[in-house]
């Protein structure tokens, strides 16, 4: 995106000279994901030697970062330039399947 946009886990924004000026509602961004059967297999021995299992991770990071964009987009065609109060929930779905949301209260902030 060209132009500034704020996300913030908190329920205000402290940036100098920022301000929220207008509250646009509440947004979220959904994302459901299915896992590779190679891919659990292996992520499975890696987890049982004790290593890290970098393919759940980079799905995990995939999903999240999908979720957060469809919230900001979401938040942009109300009008807003920022969200706050961002939370984010993983939840599984069935056996293989992931769905990640993105949530948070739209805003309208001047001075950034």
Do not use: P, W
């Not at 993983?90 to 739209?106: D, F, H, I, K, R």
């Amino acid at each position: 995106m060209n132009h500034k946009f704020i996300l913030s886990t908190t329920a205000t924004i402290s940036l100098k000279g920022a301000e929220i000026v207008e509250y646009c509602g509440i947004v979220s961004g959904e994302t459901v994901i299915g896992a590779n059967i190679v891919r659990d297999f292996f992520a499975g021995i890696r987890d049982i030697v004790g290593g890290r299992s970098a393919s759940y991770e980079e799905v995990l990071r995939e999903a999240k970062n999908t979720a957060i964009r469809e919230m900001q987009e979401y938040a942009l065609q109300l009008g807003a330039n920022g969200v706050i109060g961002v939370d984010l929930d993983y939840e599984t779905v069935g056996q293989s399947m992931l769905m990640v949301t993105a949530s948070g209260t739209a805003v309208k902030i001047e001075g950034i």
